[in-house]
């Protein structure tokens, strides 16, 4: 009854909204294949250069390499806090479970910019030096919520029998976590890595405030904007950048259906 | 304190005493070892900033170290209450967000429609096809309307190539309509996802059963799919709203200084103005609107149902 294909009012309305996304997608791709600095139709010429270029300048690869650490470490750092919780929500009963996974959450509606000037207030009060490690510790907290629903989502669909099983077999509870719980989460864990990795990778409301000397990839790119000559460098960058986020995007899509 | 208990005592074969007393042992132990660190880590790093923030708001002053007891006061507050600019700029920024997030969702709405009952086989293709644009770095996802925007940009060049305009106009870039258009822009793929999930969840049954009871495809939409899509809808709208109401790049950007929102003058004082007791006094004021609405919302659906 729904199934009607062929083309119709939706799928237009699709395609068109289709488009409409990838315009300004499509214009920044022609504007790292640009030999001008500014955009301005119809196009001079086309040219590699500024992959060249970019290839050439230490500072934006330091940058892209330094978002690379933070994304590592903070997803990783986050998957770990939110299966945690995850465990806890759906395995264990306690008094003040509903003010944990609460917490957990929050940030999910705390603006960043709040955030972002509480932390650097707290970093400051306590005399924390900012790097790379203060905005890792700022994308852990942001990231929290998103690893932990997922995790959840996964805990939520198997059978607390299988644990019951192996303890009966004589497994103390570490070893039934180890053995039987963590494997069967593991595809979850990994895809909620992945979506952390991603939420951190690009985020710079946060990064602004808490960047010390080494700027992550967005707070470096946002320092060069007022150079106009410099732009297609960072669009270069942004367009092989985009291409590895959809690989891992893709990746994590399988490992989350794999049920 | 808070102590773990066993889901349900349950039999045990042989040795129950002693083994019951170990496997007891075990899940307490292991339950402080699950519990602390995101304990310990949400409240060092999420708790104790936003409670320095609101401390720190009843600061008179800069002066002197930032750990150290100060008497409150309530002076910031009492200035921003005399400068109506603040307020004025605090409801701007909750419209702009409002117009954002309600935009950002219906335009929204029939993709995930589509995605949902339409698209058949390749529905998932097309999802990655809607998404990849959100994955795109959200800078240069700005910066691309300020190219198609900007005086010298794709639009206008178009418009001048085409014949349709002899100038170029300059309208279009620095100002609040330019900011709504590219966060709606920024938006739209997003909000599709909840709407996507509710869609999903509904039994088809129904549709059928609307069907057979004569309703025509509008009435069924209207009576059927939309009230039970609207916990979807509530939640692409808030997941929307919050951040756009604090945000504070994309004006930067395409907004120039006719185009600032609330979230750029916290953004000022606690870099240019550097009067960090005034900015947390405005950010409070800023989280406190936002877990109102929110918990306002929540009071309206059963927000247990939104995160399932």
Known sequence: MNARPGPSLLSGYYFGLIALLYLPIGVLFLFSINTNTSLSFPLQGLTLEWYQKLLDSEAVLRSARNSLIVAAGSSFAATALGTMVALLAVRYQFRSKGLLILLAVLPLIVPFIVLGVALLLLFRALQVELSLWTIGIAHTVVALPYTLLIVVARLAGFDPNLEEAAMDLGANYPTTLRRIILPIIFPAMVSAWLTAFTVSFDEFALALFLAGTEPTFPVYLFSQLRFANRLPIMVALAVLLMIGTLTLVVIAERLRRTE | MDSPLLPAPRQRCRGAGEQERTVLFDRRATFWILYLPPLLWLGLFFIAPLVLMAAFSFRADMRGALLQWWTPTLQQYAAMLETPGYWRL????????????????????????????????????????????????????????????????????????????????????????????????????????????????????????????????????????????LPGVLAAFFMVFIPTVGEYVTPLLVGGSRGSLYGNIIQDFFTKAANWPFGSALSMVMLAATLLLVALAARLVDVRRLIE
Do not use: C, H
């Open chain 2, 90 to 229: 605090l409801g701007i920024s909750a419209v702009l967000a409002l117009i954002i997030a309600t935009s950002a969702v219906a335009l929204a709405y029939p993709v995930a429609y589509f995605l949902a009952f339409r698209a058949g086989r390749r529905a998932g293709f097309y999802l990655v096809l809607l998404l990849v644009p959100f994955w795109t770095s959200y800078l240069l996802r700005v910066m691309a309307w300020k190219i198609m925007l900007g005086s010298e940009g794709v639009l206008n060049s178009f418009l001048l190539y085409t014949g349709l305009i002899r100038e170029p106009l300059g309208a279009l870039l620095y100002n609040r309509t330019a900011v709504v258009i590219t966060l709606i822009y920024v938006w739209i793929p997003f909000a599709a996802l909840p709407i996507l999930a509710a869609l999903q969840r509904i039994d088809l049954a129904l549709f059928e059963a609307a069907f057979d009871l004569g309703a025509t495809p509008l009435r069924r939409f209207l009576r059927v799919t939309l009230p039970l899509s």
